[in-house]
């Protein structure tokens, strides 16, 4: 088992929106309520290949496994240097190194964007996201509490980060 990353190509955005709408449906990784449409999805990641920021995607025999991306984290200019990124693996995906592949590949790029920091919002309950993280050297820098609602509960936003430099 071999897994491959490459840019992302508009053929993958079906694939891509079925992984994004099982966890909108099924948990808290994303604070959406409504699925989304392969339209929405195509014209989020043009806006950020329109800013020159990377939407990749992992392989493993051709079949799109996860999908990985970073975007501005703010939009003052004084926040240019620092992104926010996204990870998400198949369901049917995990524990094979996916998301570390993808997420490792993610901090080459910024590496080599000259950023200075990447920054990862996730929701507390997702422990496994944050020992994630943890294992490639991001570290909590704080937790806005009740910051999201979704399943008609109050939800916590983790924020880790990882300095570049």
Do not use: C
Request: glycine residues 6%.
């Amino acid at each position: 088992m071999e897994i491959k990353i490459r840019n992302y190509q508009t053929q993958d955005t079906e694939a891509i929106v079925e992984i994004l709408n099982h966890y909108i449906a099924n948990s808290t990784a994303l604070y959406d309520y409504d699925p989304r449409s392969i339209e929405q999805q195509l014209a989020i990641f043009n806006e950020k290949l329109q800013k020159g920021f990377p939407v990749i995607v992992a392989t493993i025999d051709a079949v799109l496994v996860g999908f990985g991306y970073y975007s501005e984290f703010r939009f003052r200019e004084a926040y240019k240097f620092t992104v926010e990124h996204s990870v998400y693996v198949a369901e049917n995906e995990h524990g094979k190194g996916i998301g570390k592949v993808l997420l490792q590949h993610l901090i080459t790029l910024a590496k080599e964007q000259k950023l200075h920091t990447m920054v990862a919002v996730i929701d507390s309950e997702n422990q496994g996201s944050i020992k994630f993280h943890e294992k490639s050297g991001f570290e909590i820098v704080g937790t806005v509490k009740e910051s999201g609602y979704k399943f008609d509960r109050w939800l916590h936003s983790v924020f880790m980060q990882l300095l570049l430099e």
